[in-house]
């Protein structure tokens, strides 16, 4: 066995690496960015080394600093985790020259499997099934326009280098396709420094089942079943299981044999991933599914594959590392029960899922028998706006999908995170919903149900601002024995004095608030029963007014039946004048780049024009006009970095 290893990760994974690392008595070595100084891996691994700012392109993907701190500490073997640069070929090449063990595939295979376009073409000649399209070398606008004609529409278009979603547009007629392909062609030169993109028929129902593949030094080459990931928003993977809903025993033995030969094809060792799209119109058949690529690391959603089988796929992944054969044979693989994964995000599904930074004013994520949590951050901890804004893993398993099912969505109920926005109701709603709980889902099943699982602009809470009004209330009489702040003692004077509040009949008077960020005035009522609040317009019946509270300095954060409402004092001294009348602003809707402005100042637009493009997490975000008028002013640059609600441009509006 080896005897350190060093992480060149952060967050979730590098957690949960350190974790069977040091179960297996290695020592563990993490390094960090200036932004992950604190983080809980850091504190976490035996030790822990600064590599750079925060980031990536500074930090995390510099392979001379990481190799630089494996010589120094002595490690004895790089994880590279997923991600940043765990499919790097020149990275596991760099560790071998250095004399350092790279816990992942040779370099030669990562090669093979790292562009899509090759790895499609050694899938073929392995005798497995691919997607109709164009995975040639010409990248003309032009030429990708006819090709896309020739397939057909809808077609998908994919970074030949990517991965995650990125660099992915999906495009259902003519019109569309050159907005779309400069898009996906920015985003993939952005995440991949490669801009290269192939364009493949869109299948109809598509079913995203991937099969787990695991490989030794010795020839041995087994799958561990497979996952479902259909679930999924803009092509990333929200909710994963394991085994698929309607898997037959054929299709599973159809899919792993075509996995399997695609990982002897190219020489494939350690943990890796073989993606297939099926057309589930039919159910899920051996003669619909087709290869869509290798994913030569260890995935996200490794855990159900761990719950199914009762394997640590990291500690498979160090011995293998080791040069240990692994020690079971396909027919010793078990399939045990059903495992579900959901992915808790800092987002907010109310705003389109914008990624949603700051401090972890609460964070409790539930326990219980077939339950499991990774994660990367605790209370007090941030999510930035530099990586990815995963703040946890919610793995269940039971003994059938449906108690599986069951254990997920009551421990998302359970889950209190206050602070950044998260996509915790959604999730919940989303393992409750009756279309997928009934196995009648492909990848469109989020898209098609939007309303219903609560990811559209909602109506105020106004049971949340009662609440968060009560508490803002009682947080002043607590912190003053009885004299509430200036502006609250202002409004309430007359019924306050130094021992508390001294009632004559029931007194209302207003209460200005600023909710969600918006001015919000409700009117603050005393009389026997103690104070109470009325919300105009909003009917909140008292049993209503059930929610956890955080305070999150002077504000409070109101949680309650998977949303969070901020409610905060209304300060005169606050007021920004210079944009008193926003109607015609356009503000930057995250923290991030801005890579594309699509308007110049006097220009004429229509409301729901596409103005500007703002990059956060490797992402494109289209800006449109809110309004139709006229571009009055552009504050903003392309290739600026932008704050959160920072204004791009200006429209003065139509009369």
């Not at 069977?20 to 563990?28: C, D, Q, S, V």
């Not at 004077?493 to 207003?510: H, I, K, N, S, Y």
């Not at 039946?561 to 920004?576: C, E, F, K, N, S």
């Not at 800006?623 to 429209?651: C, D, H, K, N, Y």
Request: glycine share 10%; net charge negative; aromatic share 6%.
């Amino acid at each position: 066995m080896l005897s350190s290893v060093l992480i060149a990760n952060r967050g979730e994974i590098a957690c949960r690496i350190i974790r069977t690392a040091r179960r297996l008595g290695l020592r563990t070595i993490a390094v960090h960015s200036d932004a992950d100084a604190d983080a809980l891996f850091v504190r976490m691994a035996d030790e822990a080394h600064r590599i750079g700012p925060a980031p990536a392109a500074e930090s995390y993907l510099r392979i001379d600093a990481i190799l630089e701190v494996a010589r120094r500490t002595g490690a004895a073997a790089i994880h590279p985790g997923y991600g940043f640069l765990s499919e790097r070929a020149e990275f596991a090449e760099a560790c071998a020259q250095a004399g350092i063990v790279f816990v992942g595939p040779p370099a030669s295979a990562i090669r093979a499997m790292g562009l899509k376009d090759a790895a499609k073409a050694l899938a073929e000649k392995a005798g497995v099934p691919v997607v109709p399209g164009y995975h040639g070398a010409r990248q003309e606008p032009d030429f990708l326009r006819q090709k896309a004609y020739e397939i057909g529409y809808p077609v998908l278009i994919k970074a030949v280098a990517g991965g995650g979603g990125k660099g992915m547009r999906r495009v259902d007629k003519a019109a569309e396709f050159d907005a779309a392909l400069a898009s996906a062609q920015r985003e993939a030169q952005a995440a991949f420094g490669d801009p290269r993109v192939l364009i493949e028929k869109y299948v109809l129902a598509p079913r995203h089942v991937e099969i787990q593949v695991f490989a030794d030094a010795h020839g041995n080459v087994v799958h561990l079943n497979e996952r479902d990931c259909s679930l999924q928003r803009r092509h990333q993977k929200v909710i994963e299981e394991a085994p698929a809903p309607g898997m037959t025993p054929d299709m599973r033995a159809a899919m792993g044999t075509a996995a399997v030969e695609a990982a002897r094809a190219v020489g494939y060792v350690g943990a890796g991933t073989v993606e297939f799209i099926a057309d589930g119109r039919e159910g899920l058949r051996p003669d619909r599914f087709y290869f869509m690529e290798m994913n030569t690391r260890l995935q996200v959603e490794h855990p159900v594959t761990e719950a199914i089988t009762g394997l640590d796929l990291v500690e498979l992944q160090l011995r293998v590392a080791s040069g240990e054969p692994l020690p079971f044979a396909q027919d010793e693989v078990p399939l045990l029960g059903h495992a579900v994964e959901a992915r808790l995000y800092a987002e907010d599904p109310e705003r389109g899922f914008l990624p949603s930074t700051g401090r972890l004013y609460a964070l409790s994520l539930p326990e219980g028998e077939g339950l499991r949590i990774d994660t990367g951050v605790e209370a007090g901890d941030a999510v930035t706006p530099f990586y990815d804004p995963m703040i946890a893993k919610i793995i269940a398993h039971g003994e059938t999908r449906e108690a599986a099912l069951d254990t997920l969505a009551d421990a998302l109920a359970r889950t209190i995170v206050a602070g950044p926005r998260t996509n915790a109701g959604f999730l919940e709603r989303l393992a409750r919903a009756p279309g997928f709980r009934e196995g009648a889902f492909d990848t469109g099943f989020i898209d098609a149900n939007l309303e219903s699982l609560g990811a559209v602009a909602q109506d105020l809470d106004a049971a949340a601002v009662a609440a968060g009004a009560l508490a803002l209330v009682s947080r002043d009489l607590d912190a003053s024995r009885g004299m509430l702040s200036a502006t609250v003692a202002d409004l309430a004077g007359p019924w306050w004095d130094e021992d508390g509040f001294q009632l004559v009949g029931t007194r209302r008077t207003a209460m200005p608030l600023v909710v969600d960020g918006n001015r919000l005035d409700v009117l603050l009522a005393f009389d026997a029963e103690g104070p109470s609040v009325e919300v105009p317009g909003h009917a909140v019946e008292p049993g209503e007014i059930d929610a956890s509270l955080v305070e999150a300095d002077a504000d409070v954060l109101v949680l309650r039946r998977g949303r969070q409402t901020r409610v905060a004092l209304y300060d005169p001294g606050a007021i920004d004048v210079e944009h008193l009348d926003a109607g015609g602003t356009v503000a930057a809707p995250m923290h991030g780049k801005v890579v594309a402005l699509f308007v110049e100042e006097g220009a004429r637009v229509e409301k729901g024009q596409r103005l500007a493009v703002v990059e956060a997490m490797k992402m494109e975000h289209p800006l449109l006009a809110p309004v139709s008028g006229t571009i009055s002013e552009i504050v903003a640059v392309a290739g600026a970095q932008v704050a959160e609600g920072a204004r791009i441009l200006s429209i003065a509006p139509d009369e």
